[in-house]
């Protein structure tokens, strides 16, 4: 077996809630939640280092996206809606049948995988675009993982990672409010101590080999009961934007 920063753990954790991906009132709420704040974001960048028109018919289309961890597919469907050719890979089996299931029902064709960054990277797969979202939070080894999305990005590619920043505020929210409180989640579904600073997110990037190139937080504002973007408050949620260099000529 190729050498895997997966924690088994942490697998086991969503394996157990696999079956409620497409329920907006189930476990992953809160992410049904999130998903348009994300997808601002992701389809923005993506337009942006490749230069696509976000109000044409396919504007991803020619380019091969990667979801690293995509669960039960709330952002692989879309990604395949805007004509790219999206891989799902998911180290939690359970999650891949749901994610088919639901990826025939929508008439998209999506290539899901149980596999790991690890052993894609081995196997010489390579992509324009690998979205890593809410993912490096759960894995065993922050800095070999981004360097296995590094590797499976082709030089110029762009790297796409959100996840939840460590504070005190982080910890009311994203663990009392959404696991003990408004049990969004299952209790122990985060552990704090794996979150991770912007900086420490940024310079993980760059020892991986990526350069970082933005970062912006995703707020959400309980009176409104709705999810935002926002440049200068990274303070729980946030995403960043990286980019594997180009190779030298």
Known sequence: ???????????????????????????????????????????????????????????????????????????????????????????????????????????LEIDYRHTTAEAMAAAGERFDVVLNMEVVEHVADPLDYLTACHDLLKPGGLHICSTLNRNPKSFMMGIVGAEWVMRWLPKGTHDWKKFITPDELYDLLRRAGMTPVDRTGMVFNPLGWSWSLSKRDLSVNYVTASVRPEEPA
Not at 19 to 26: F, Q, V
Not at 35 to 50: H, K, W
Not at 61 to 78: F, K, N, Q, S, T
Not at 82 to 89: P, Y
């Open 1 to 107: 077996m190729s050498r895997t920063t997966i924690d088994p753990d942490e697998v086991a954790k969503f394996e157990a809630m696999a079956e409620e991906w497409w329920d907006p009132e189930g476990k992953f709420k809160p992410l049904h939640m999130l998903n348009p704040c994300r997808l601002d974001y992701i389809t923005a960048q993506i337009a942006a280092q490749y230069g696509r028109d976000l109000g044409s018919e396919a504007p991803f289309e020619g380019l091969r996206l990667l979801d690293i961890g995509c669960g039960g597919g709330l952002l692989a469907e879309p990604m395949a809606r805007l004509g790219a050719t999206v891989v799902g890979a998911d180290a939690a089996e359970r999650n891949i049948p749901v994610a088919r299931t639901h990826a025939e029902w929508s008439g």
